[in-house]
């Protein structure tokens, strides 16, 4: 017969830890690329809106 061995609690505690700040850091990545998405669309807006009130104010 083989005994079944238990993992002491605070191994079990640590692995769990460890799994959910890894998906945090995936969560945390994929947020930054949707903002970095967002903002690059407004960046490209307001380009142009800049573009074109430079382009009306030198005619």
Do not use: W
């Not at 083989?2 to 700040?21: A, E, G, M, V, W």
């Amino acid at each position: 017969m083989h005994k079944r061995i238990n993992p002491p609690q605070d191994i079990l505690l640590r692995i769990f830890l460890l799994r959910r700040r890894a998906s945090l850091g995936q969560r945390r990545k994929e947020i930054e690329a949707s903002l970095r998405d967002a903002y690059s669309r407004f960046a490209a807006v307001g380009s142009v809106k800049l573009a074109s009130k430079r382009c009306f104010q030198e005619t």
